[in-house]
Nanobody
């Protein structure tokens, strides 16, 4: 099983970016999917998480600006980031709690994608 993240980049304050993360491999079922971020010198933090049924939760600092969504048919999770601020600068990692076709449940991580918000 692999998670492949994409969509990071450099954007000016107030701009938008959309991150994508596709899970592939021997997957039976995916439960929660989420996005974490880690800024230089800081601990990794949960940004947003979405259940298989579509219920989402966000860290307070991104509420009203970020939207997490998923396409279960494509095993893909998205993070739409609007009104970006310099403090959103970080490496963003996707995460999935899933069961593979051997019925082993585990947590998987994507490789990380850099988001830089700067003028």
């Amino acid at each position: 099983v692999q998670l492949q993240a994409s969509g990071g980049g450099l954007v000016q304050p107030g701009g938008s970016l959309r991150l994508s993360c596709a899970a592939s491999g021997s997957i039976f079922s995916i439960y929660d999917m989420g996005w974490y971020r880690q800024a230089p010198g800081k601990q990794r933090e949960l940004v947003a998480v979405i259940t298989a049924g579509g219920s989402a939760n966000y860290v307070d600092s991104v509420k009203g600006r970020f939207t997490i969504s998923r396409d279960n048919a494509k095993n893909t999770v998205y993070l739409q980031m609007n009104s970006l601020k310099p403090e959103d600068t970080a490496v963003y990692y996707c995460n999935a709690d899933l069961m593979d076709r051997r019925f082993r449940r585990s947590e998987y991580w994507g490789q990380g994608t850099q988001v830089t918000v700067s003028s």
